[in-house]
């Protein structure tokens, strides 16, 4: 079992849309992100948590730290908003505050 | 500063030749990581520097892999003798501090033929 699942794999909406993204990990953690890649490979850091919520935008990311579970929202999707999304957490048991990464959703809004 | 630099972005080439890609970090970056992603998969992790220092060292990063910070600054990774499994998208991070958030470049894809 991965240390970080995400769900679901992949995503379509319809432009205007209320999604949700989910990530489940089973290592603690000193803080969790939430990247989004576009096709080309860059990978652009959206949020970095370690409790609470935040919101940038439409954009909004909340992490449960005692169900080990975070979600990311995008409100009124649009699309440009089509990429991948990755989450990905910095675990208490490693060193050097590497990045352990899910697989990804990849989110398709059609206009 | 206009943030983490690869190159090169894309490389093509045949199997058991030698590449080397290069990573110049946003420049107050004390710390760089490369990984690796494969398609349809996140980045895994391949290795990472503190200053010049070679701190850890994935166990997928072979004897075939070899990097370096000679001075703290850029970064190279080369790959000798390489494998069609070696195709993948390279990654670079760098951070300030050890909690401090990544900042990543676009990745060098390498297809090996």
């Known amino acids: 079992k991965n240390e970080v699942e995400q769900s679901p794999q992949n995503l379509t909406a319809q432009e205007g849309e209320f999604i949700t993204i989910n990530c489940s990990y089973s290592?603690?953690?000193?803080?969790l992100h939430w990247l989004q890649q576009h096709p080309g490979g860059g990978i652009v850091s959206l949020f970095m948590?370690?409790?609470g919520k935040k919101k940038h935008g439409r954009l909004i990311a909340t992490i449960n730290i005692q169900e080990k579970h975070s979600s990311l929202h995008i409100t009124a999707s649009h699309p440009r908003d089509s990429a991948v999304y990755i989450c990905?957490?910095?675990?208490?048991?490693?060193?050097?505050?590497?990045?352990?990464f899910g697989e990804g959703t990849q989110l398709t809004v059609n206009p | 500063d206009t943030g983490v630099s690869q190159n090169p972005r894309h490389k093509i080439t045949k199997r058991g030749q030698n590449v080397t890609f290069r990573c110049d970090p946003i420049?107050?970056?004390?710390?760089l990581y490369w990984y690796r992603q494969t398609l349809g998969q996140g980045p895994e992790f391949l290795t990472y520097?503190?200053?010049?220092?070679?701190?850890?060292k994935s166990r997928l990063l072979s004897d075939r892999f070899s990097a370096e910070r000679p001075k703290g600054s850029f970064s190279t990774l080369e790959i000798q003798r390489t494998e069609q499994g070696d195709s993948a998208m390279y990654l670079c991070?760098?951070?300030?501090?050890?909690?401090?958030?990544?900042?990543f470049g676009q990745g060098t894809r390498l297809t090996v033929v």
């Open positions: 520097f503190q200053n010049e220092a070679q701190l850890e």
């Open positions: 290592v603690g953690i000193s803080a």
């Open positions: 948590l370690s409790s």
């Open positions: 420049s107050e970056h004390n710390r």
């Open positions: 991070a760098s951070s300030f501090e050890f909690l401090a958030e990544a900042f």
């Open positions: 990905a957490v910095r675990s208490r048991e490693t060193s050097g505050s590497r990045l352990t």
